[in-house]
T-cell receptor
Framework: GAVVSQHPSRVICKSGTSVKIECRSL??????MFWYRQFPKKSLMLMAT?????????EQGVEKDKFLINHASLTLSTLTVTSAHPEDSSFYIC????????????FGSGTRLTVV | AQSVSQHNHHVILSEAASLELGCNYS??????LFWYVQYPGQHLQLLLK??????LVKGIKGFEAEFIKSKFSFNLRKPSVQWSDTAEYLC???????????FGTGTRLQVFP
């Protein structure tokens, strides 16, 4: 149980285009989801908290106009990288918290974005 | 703001050696604590977690961690590592007044046969 499905797993796009990454909770409702970015050989950096039905909360230093987050339903959050540039190339991971019952967090399998 | 520190960035061990990876956090309130492992080319896997109760937590693959509240630490240990333990190890902390999970910088473990 508590599976998060993330798509696509890999995407290559041209500089200047936008890319949408989807994160779905398959067997539970996720009122809150999180988006992380992992730089090469580095840890996971929390980008933003996605809240169903309201605006996302961005961490300091994350451009909200570049990384658009939409959480329109209890099972779907999307991250859109707008006007992508090569420096946006990275590994993006979504997560949902299931803290009731001391379960913890479940993670998507990640999306490798390459901007050429 | 809460932060998580992992002081060992890269650890190299021979098989059968003992392992201890440090994790310290900065947050004065109640926390939930996690250790994750990321094998090359794979995604995150939970090793163990602490929510409450016995501060010595046992996880999968022979790993354990001890929560020392006075030291704000949650160090990971394994008495005898194997080559297959080669991976990235990430400590993470959730402050209970939020849902956020904050990761440390990670420790890359290399185990040589």
């Amino acid at each position: 149980g508590a599976v998060v499905s993330q798509h696509p797993s890999r995407v290559i796009c041209k500089s200047g285009t936008s890319v949408k990454i989807e994160c779905r909770s398959l067997d539970f409702q996720a009122t809150t989801m999180f988006w992380y970015r992992q730089f090469p050989k580095k840890s996971l950096m929390l980008m933003a908290t996605s809240n169903e039905g309201s605006k996302a909360t961005y961490e300091q230093g994350v451009e909200k106009d570049k990384f658009l987050i939409n959480h329109a339903s209890l099972t779907l959050s999307t991250l859109t990288v707008t006007s992508a540039h090569p420096e946006d190339s990275s590994f993006y991971i979504c997560s949902a918290s299931i803290l009731m019952g001391d379960i913890g967090y479940t993670f998507g399998s990640g999306t490798r974005l390459t901007v050429v | 703001a809460q932060s998580v520190s992992q002081h060992n960035h890269h650890v190299i061990l021979s098989e059968a050696a003992s392992l201890e990876l440090g994790c310290n956090y900065s947050y004065g309130g109640t926390v939930n604590l996690f250790w994750y492992v990321q094998y090359p080319g794979q995604h995150l896997q939970l090793l163990l977690k602490y929510f409450s109760g016995d501060p010595l937590v046992k996880g999968i693959k022979g790993f354990e961690a001890e929560f020392i509240k006075s030291k704000f630490s949650f160090n990971l240990r394994k008495p005898s590592v194997q080559w297959s333990d080669t991976a990235e190890y990430l400590c993470a902390v959730n402050a209970r007044n939020t849902d956020k999970l904050i990761f440390g910088t990670g420790t890359r473990l290399q185990v040589f046969p």
